[in-house]
Each structure stands twice: as structure tokens, then as C-alpha cells.
């Protein structure tokens, strides 16, 4: 075995011991673990801050996208977010041990389920330091041990992060090895790393689209997938122009280099020559470059300091993670559920209505994650969804969808008690 096939297998072992004990770890010392790691990430702001600088400067020097720069920088109030976030989690009730749909049969035996831990989850993740702490959390208060694998440009705020983790578990007494961080840049590891099915139990990629399709495609356990957010917001024909266009403005602009940002806005004819005016002044205020479609950019020739261009095929399912939105115009809510079946990630879809009719068939047959009437897709968050954080936004439909949180991060077993009964 040689050094970087022994490095990954010793992080991997000691998860998977660590994880073992930490399946039958009390809630109290998981929840002082937690609370640790919030005090420790108040307490060593300026160690973490600095390292975050130099990444960020770094980054900016190597030409890096203002999106990820963005999703890369820390700041006091994001340290101060995210420690109240884990809080939080430690505040939730502890998911593992609870048991439930239990029920007797006619041969009088009594079965059930009983809530039970993954064991090791496996993250690889690019850009967002915070994650290294929201997943760390959201895995130890679930009793799984984890195995982080940040990308090169963050290297420095994930050393400083996963520095407060590992402190904080062992001041709280968690079992040596539960948060194990791959801190060697070299890639061929992320390859080593989905192929020990002996150890991960659940691989959780965060990142673009060429991350999670290689995720995808060489794990040999099962992955979580998600997080490429093609979101639309459809206004009804019932809509309130002035809700429409405060949620569209908050969902575009409030961080437009999130998943969930709003990406197209599409418009119903019959309301869209005073309505789409209306809507993107108000994106013009932000400086929303709007892509159109024929329909759309005829109705906005008219209005003032707009920055309009024709839309092509391509806008049409881009995650622009930009202050970008593509606008069309439809004729019917038929046409929008069907233009979002074809250009959706399955990610967050809202409509914007005052017909209760219309809005039960947007969320019976927009087919996403998460569907929304009348507010911003912007709260596809396991913060703002009570969750505390999340590992991550599955748009898969198996095991789990949406934010993941504690309970998304646990499996079951079947338990039954018996008096003696064969069976014939």
C-alpha cells in the first residue's frame, strides 16, 4: 500500500470506529460537542478569518468567478450565523433511538422501527467553508462519524474550521476520529475516497455539475445528489403584481450565487403587458440583466435603464448564479408547469397567485423539491426549513429530498418482540 492509499485508510478506519461508538453516544455529549463548536467558532474568529483572507486572496488572484468568491468568503456575520446555526441543531431532539409505527399483528408479535445512524458520510464539497461546519454538526448530533473533503481553494478556512471541530468533540468526550478532514490537495484521493464502500456509507457531493456527475459516476455507495437549482417563478394570471414582483426582486437579487436564486421568471399573458413592466423595474433597480424571450422584450422596450437582451435557447434551464434572469412569457399555467418539466433541475419552483386552484395544481404537478406559492425560493434552506443546516438539497427522490437535516442523515431497523412465536 503506498503513502496516499495508507493516508485515506486511516482516516477511513478510525471514522469507522469512531462511528460505532458514536451510535450509542447520549444526546447530552453530542449536544456539548455542538455547543463547543458554536463558542469555539466566536472565540477563534480572527484565527479563522485570517486563513479565510489568504484563500480569498488567492482566489481572487487566480481569476476565480465572483460567484465562488462569494460562496468562499467568510465575514464576522456569516461566523456569527453559522454558530447560531449549530445551536440550533444541538437545541433539535436527537433523532436516533426514536421508535416508531410500532403495532401488533394477529400472531401477537409487536414490530416496528427504530431510527438508527448512516454510519459514515463521506462529503466532498468546493468553494463553501461553511459547510465543513453545517455538515460536521448536522453529522455528529446524528451519531454519524464523517470524512470531509474540501476543495484546494479553501484549504486554509477548512483547516482552521475542522481545527475548532476536532477540539470541540474531544472537549465534549466524542470518540477520537468522529470528523476526519482530507487535507491532501491531491486529487486521485476523491477517486480512493469513493471507492471505500467498506468504510463510507453515504457519499454527499456539494458543488457544480461536473463535481457531482463524477460524484455520481464513480461512487460505489450511494450518493446523495442535488444542488444545480434551475429556478423558476411563474406569475398567474391571479397574481398580485406588487407580491409578484417583491418576491421575484428578493429571490433574484437578495444572493443571486445560490441554488436556490430564481433563474426564469415566466409571466402570463394576460397580465403581462402592465405586469412585467412593473416587475422588472424593480430588477432594474439591482441591475438584473434580463435575457427575453420575443414576447417579453417588446413589453419592455418602453422602460427605462433596463438591460434587455434577447433570450436564446441556452437561457432557458442555466443556473446563472449571477444578477441575471431569462423571462418568457406563456399563455397558460399548462405551458409554465410544462416549461418547467422540460428546463427544471427538480430543484425549487414558486408561483405567484391569488387563485386557490391554480396554486394546489402548481404544487400537485410541479414535479421539484420543493414548490412554493407566493414566497421566495430563497427559503430552500435547512436553516430557514427549521433543520438548523443542512449536509446538502437532494433532488433525487430516493431516501431523501430537499434540505437534509438530522433525520435525513439516519436509516431504521425493523424491531419486534416475540413470546415465543414459530412460524408455521
Known sequence: MNNRNEY????????????????????AVKNQALLNIAEALTKRQDEILTANRQDYAE?????????????????PARLQGMAADVKTVAALTDPVGEVFDMRTLPNGLQI????????VVGAIYESRPNVTVDISSLCLKSGNAVILRGGSETIRSNLALVAVVVDACAGAGLPAGAAQFVDNPDRAL?????????????IIPRGGADLIRFVAENARMPVITGGIG????????????????????????????????LDTVLI???????????????LGKAGVELHCDERSRSLLTGVPSLKVTPATEQDWGKEF???I?????VDSLDEAIEHIDKYGSGHSEAIVTENYTAAQRFLNEVDAAAVYVNASTRFTDGGQFGLGAEVGISTQKMHARGPMGLKELTSYKWIIYGNGQVRE
Open 190 to 202: 476523491v477517486g480512493q475516497l469513493l471507492r471505500m464502500r467498506e468504510y463510507v456509507d453515504l
Open 325 to 329: 434572469a431569462a423571462i418568457k412569457v
Open 321 to 323: 448564479l449571477a444578477l
Open 268 to 282: 402570463h399573458s394576460s397580465i403581462a403587458s402592465d405586469g412585467l413592466p412593473q416587475i422588472a423595474s424593480e
Open 112 to 119: 416496528g422501527k427504530k431510527r438508527v445512524p448512516l454510519g
Open 8 to 27: 485515506l485508510e486511516t482516516k477511513a478506519q478510525a471514522a469507522r470506529a469512531a462511528a460505532k461508538k458514536l451510535a450509542f453516544t447520549p444526546t
Open 230 to 261: 434551475v429556478c423558476h417563478t411563474y406569475v398567474d394570471k391571479g397574481a398580485d403584481i406588487r407580491k409578484a414582483a417583491a418576491i421575484i426582486y428578493n429571490a433574484k437579487v437578495q444572493r443571486p450565487t445560490v441554488c436556490n436564486a
Open 59 to 75: 482566489g481572487e488572484a487566480g481569476g476565480m468567478g465572483a460567484a465562488m468568491l462569494d460562496r468562499l468568503m467568510l465575514n
